[in-house]
């Protein structure tokens, strides 16, 4: 009589993959770049602990008002947002020539005021606006074209030699008040 081989085991050894299910894990964590958000780039005055009231005259406020309709109210006129910029620059440089406007660039503040109904995109359109307006006064106070500004303001590393004293001359003076309720 023939005798049959007992038939082998057709099962796979798998006491090493939990080993390297676990290798792979951190395989893909290490390798694995996490995308973070970066925000705006807004950098916060100083914390002070006095509590002074400040007065400022009247005609050294821009008031812009954006509205839960992204309707744009500047100095209480109504307004487009390609026209801002040039508004802006306007008040920044009146140098005391018109006494509704500034005494001078360094004592001109934009005053930006929402509503929480206000879409995030109208914002960042205000405000790229009004810091384009700072940026071409600043190249134009420097002698240079709006390009080599901003080349120069993201490589801090080749300064102008006026570039310090284009920021002084025309401070970026931006202030953001505590939005209100939609409608109110």
């Given at each position: 009589m023939i005798k049959k081989k007992p038939r082998q085991s057709t099962e796979i050894n798998a006491s090493s993959m939990a080993d390297i299910a676990f290798l792979l894990l951190i395989f893909f964590l290490v390798?694995?770049?996490i995308a973070s958000d970066r925000g705006l780039p807004i950098r916060l005055p100083p914390k002070t602990e006095d509590k002074q009231d400040i007065i400022i005259p009247e005609r050294n406020i821009?008031?812009?008002f954006l509205n839960s309709n992204n309707q744009l109210l500047v100095e209480e006129n109504l307004m487009q947002m390609e026209d801002v910029k040039e508004?802006?620059?306007?008040?920044?440089?009146n140098n005391g020539k018109d006494p509704k406007s500034s005494d001078s660039p360094q004592k001109a503040i934009i005053s930006l005021k929402t509503d929480r109904g206000t879409d995030y995109a109208a914002y960042i359109n205000v405000m790229d606006e009004l810091k384009s307006a700072y940026n071409e006064l600043r190249a134009e106070y420097m002698g240079l074209t709006l390009t080599q500004y901003l080349r120069l303001e993201n490589n801090p590393n080749?300064?102008?030699?006026k570039y310090d004293d284009a920021k002084k001359a025309i401070p970026y003076q931006l202030s953001e008040a505590e939005p209100t309720s939609v409608g109110g």
């Open positions: 390798t694995t770049t821009f008031n812009v508004a802006a620059k306007e008040f920044i440089m080749g300064e102008h030699p």
